[in-house]
C-alpha cells in the first residue's frame, strides 16, 4: 500500500514536496522496491515524472522536469520523495506513487511496469 502526503495549491516558482509510505508485506524489504511519480492531469494521459532504484538509487527524470524535479529515499523510513521546485502550471496534476520490486531500467518510464499505486495527490500551480 502506498500512501501519497504533500500536495497542495503553490504559486508558479514555488516548491512542494511530495512524500509517499509504503506499507511493505512481510518478507519483503523497501529498499528492494523501485519507487516513482507518475502524473495526469485533466484531459491527459498519465505521464511518467521521475522514478530510483533500488540498490545505486539511481534518478530517472522526464525531460519536462529535470533540474526541477528531485526524488530522494529513505530505506529506513520506507518514503520516497519528489522535491518540486520552479514549479509551472503545466506541472499541475494529480501525482501518483508507484512501486514495484521488478522493473528494468529500460522500463522505469512505463506505467504497466508498476504493480503498485498510490491514490494519488493533486499539486496545482497558480499563474
Known amino acids: 500500500q502506498l500512501q501519497a502526503y504533500g500536495g497542495g495549491l503553490v504559486q508558479a516558482g514555488g516548491s512542494v514536496r511530495l512524500s509517499c509510505k509504503a506499507s511493505?508485506?512481510?518478507?519483503?524489504?523497501?529498499?528492494?522496491?523501485?519507487m516513482g511519480w507518475f502524473r495526469q492531469a485533466p484531459g491527459k494521459e498519465r505521464e511518467f515524472v521521475s522514478a530510483i532504484k533500488t540498490s545505486d538509487s539511481r534518478p530517472f527524470y522526464a525531460d519536462s522536469v529535470k533540474g526541477r524535479f528531485t526524488i530522494s529515499r529513505d530505506n529506513a523510513k520506507n518514503t520516497v520523495y519528489l522535491q518540486m521546485n520552479s514549479l509551472r502550471p503545466e506541472d499541475t496534476a494529480v501525482y501518483f506513487c508507484v512501486a514495484d520490486a521488478q522493473v528494468i531500467t529500460s522500463s522505469v518510464f512505463r506505467p504497466g511496469s508498476y504493480e503498485y499505486w498510490g491514490q494519488g495527490t493533486q499539486v496545482t500551480v497558480s499563474s
Open positions: 511493505i508485506a512481510s518478507g519483503r524489504s523497501f529498499r528492494s522496491y523501485v
